[in-house]
């Protein structure tokens, strides 16, 4: 079941606009910190955070569980704000318990909803491409687990792909547990090196 061309073009579109406005605010909020010496070095910046306690832990984490969610801001954005914010251990923990959490939400809503959910999310284009993995007999977990291990495809689109598959909920949590440490790390790790050659400048 397929939605009107016109009703899930206004959709995507809808998503498109709310990705521009995320990055509009994080470029706002860099703007803003800067001016307050808030991004003079990591260590003010995670003083900052600090400040908040708990309660800017948990923001962070619900942060990361819309965004697997509703996917607003690229993954390895919120992904290098949590390790400059919260270090490299608590930074990683924090993106590991927020996108788990995320991911298995995200794949309670497809099971729930079905493939109209696709439909209502992502362009057509995108989902014929990934589509013919789950016309594939038996090799669609396997496609799936190397995806979530190695960060080669869109995550947030194929956890909701999952669910419109005969993929258990045993199957899936399995795969999102082990395989996101190391894609989370990757990323981190990665986006993280960038950053640090990008302050010194």
């Given at each position: 079941m397929k939605m009107q061309p016109k009703k899930q073009r206004n959709l995507t579109g809808f998503f498109n606009l709310l990705s521009i406005a995320g990055l509009a605010g994080c470029a706002l909020l860099a703007i803003w910190a800067y001016k307050n010496g808030?991004?003079?070095s990591v260590d003010s910046l995670q003083t900052f955070i600090w400040k908040f306690g708990y309660t800017g832990m948990l923001v962070f984490i619900l942060i990361q569980v819309v965004q697997v969610i509703i996917p607003?801001?690229?993954g390895g954005v919120s992904c290098l704000g949590g390790v400059i914010f919260f270090g490299p251990w608590l930074g990683f923990l924090y993106n590991y318990i927020g996108i788990c959490i995320g991911s298995?939400?995200?794949f309670g809503i497809s099971k729930t909803i079905g493939r109209p959910v696709l439909y209502k999310m992502?362009?057509?284009k995108?989902?014929?491409k990934y589509d013919g993995w789950t016309q594939k007999d038996g090799k669609f977990l396997k496609l799936f687990a190397l995806a979530i291990f190695f960060p080669v495809a869109p995550d947030d689109f194929l956890?909701?792909?999952a669910g419109t598959t005969k993929m258990t909920w045993k199957q899936f949590t399995a795969v999102i547990v082990l395989g996101k440490p190391f894609s989370i790390a990757l990323y981190s790790l990665g986006l993280t090196t960038a950053f640090k050659m990008l302050f010194s400048l």
């Open positions: 808030i991004l003079n607003i801001l690229p298995i939400a995200v992502f362009s057509e995108m989902i014929e956890c909701y792909l």
